[in-house]
Structures are given as structure tokens and as C-alpha cells.
T-cell receptor
Framework: GNSVTQMEGPVTLSEEAFLTINCTYT??????LFWYVQYPGEGLQLLLK?????DKGSNKGFEATYRKETTSFHLEKGSVQVSDSAVYFC?????????????FGTGTKLQVIP | NAGVTQTPKFQVLKTGQSMTLQCAQD?????MSWYRQDPGMGLRLIHY???????DQGEVPNGYNVSRSTTEDFPLRLLSAAPSQTSVYFC??????????????FGPGTRLTVT
């Protein structure tokens, strides 16, 4: 079946540090890949997505590139802010057959300290 | 647009009680789903629906029922609450289409405690 593996958290960084959160997946074909962010006390919201190999998704200074050869979709940001403190979820949606069933990673909590 | 709304925000139940978690969306999305979020386990799909009158089970359906009589509403019923159902519940909706291109929109969640 499909699966998503994220790096364990929590991740604690100082403001303006570089962020990488690793995400690898297992799926057949070419799934769509997503990063969602969950701020404290809120639901998840889409951060960025990529729907085919070599696509780069970007939003709010965050980026992730769909790497088919390494089955990865790592999230990066060059300079984090305190307001980026949240839980980040990597997710995939299958290309065909049961496309409704999105598979989520377990989430990575990011804490940014001033 | 209000997006996806959920009520209540918090709920405490005693073991054996039943209740309904409400979910509504105003984006005319055909696909709606319920997830539960537990520490260290990410989100797990409980039930989903691809349109009015059509529902199906997800990964963890036991102890929950759903129905979809309108496009807008997708309530989740706990039949006889158990402590193992203590969790945060999220409702989500999305457009349907091939290739899983569309992102999901999530409600703010319902935090349920079963004692």
C-alpha cells in the first residue's frame, strides 16, 4: 500500500535558520504530493503541492521538489520565523484507483525560537 | 465562503454515550471525509463520501457511522463512545477529479474526550 515517512520531530531552530523537513513516500505511478501545515488549535491547511516529477511547489518562502528517482518531497525554507512554528504534514494522493484516499505522514513539529 | 465548519469545538462524553459531530461545507465539493488525529499517528481516515447518498469506509471505521443526504453536510455519529475514541476529529472536503490533483480543505476540528 501507499505510505509516507517523515522525519521525527520536534525540530527546534533559531529564527533565520535554514529548515529542512524530510519526506519520502512509497506509491505506484506518479502520485500528487502535498505539504500541509497545522498551526496550534487549527485544522490543516495546504502549504504547497506538486503533481508531477521534477515539479517544485512553493509558497510563503517554503519550497519542495518532487523527486521521482529518490521518491522524496523534502520541505525547505531558507530563513524561518517564529510565526512558522507549527506541525507540518507530508501527504500523497494516488494517481489512479482510489484517488480519494490521501495518505498522510505522522507530522513534524517545528518550534522556532527568537 | 465559510469553508468547512465543524461543531462542537470541544466535547466530553461518558463511555457508552452517543453523539453526532457536525460538518458542513459551502464550496459545493463532492468529496468529504472524516479523519482522526492522534499523537504520533498522523491523520487516519474514518469514512468518506464522493457525493450525496454515497459513503465508504476508511482505515478506522469501527464505532462510527456516517450519512450524506446533501452535498453540504456530512455528520459523523459515534454510536457508543469508548475511551479509545478520545481524539481530535477533522472533517475535510475537496473537489473530485482524476489524478488526485486537488487539495483538501479542513475544518477547525472537534476535540473529543471520552471518560
Amino acid at each position: 500500500g501507499n505510505s509516507v515517512t517523515q522525519m521525527e520531530g520536534p525540530v527546534t531552530l533559531s529564527e533565520e535558520a535554514f529548515l529542512t523537513i524530510n519526506c519520502t513516500y512509497t506509491a505506484t505511478g506518479y502520485p500528487s504530493l502535498f505539504w500541509y501545515v497545522q498551526y496550534p488549535g487549527e485544522g490543516l491547511q495546504l502549504l504547497l503541492k506538486a503533481t508531477k516529477a521534477d515539479d517544485k511547489g512553493s509558497n510563503k518562502g517554503f519550497e519542495a521538489t518532487y523527486r521521482k528517482e529518490t521518491t522524496s518531497f523534502h520541505l525547505e525554507k531558507g530563513s524561518v520565523q517564529v510565526s512558522d512554528s507549527a506541525v507540518y504534514f507530508c501527504a500523497l494522493s494516488p494517481q489512479t484507483g482510489g484517488y480519494q484516499k490521501v495518505t498522510f505522514g505522522t507530522g513534524t513539529k517545528l518550534q522556532v525560537i527568537p | 465562503n465559510a469553508g468547512v465548519t465543524q461543531t462542537p469545538k470541544f466535547q466530553v462524553l461518558k463511555t457508552g454515550q452517543s453523539m453526532t459531530l457536525q460538518c458542513a461545507q459551502d464550496m459545493n465539493h463532492e468529496y468529504m471525509s472524516w479523519y482522526r488525529q492522534d499523537p504520533g499517528m498522523g491523520l487516519r481516515l474514518i469514512h468518506y463520501s464522493v457525493g450525496a447518498g454515497i459513503t465508504d469506509q476508511g482505515e478506522v471505521p469501527n464505532g462510527y457511522n456516517v450519512s450524506r443526504s446533501t452535498t453540504e453536510d456530512f455528520p459523523l455519529r459515534l454510536l457508543s463512545a469508548a475511551p479509545s475514541q478520545t481524539s481530535v476529529y477533522f472533517c475535510a472536503s475537496r473537489m473530485t477529479g482524476s489524478g488526485g490533483l486537488y487539495e483538501q480543505y479542513f475544518g477547525p476540528g472537534t476535540r473529543l474526550t471520552v471518560t
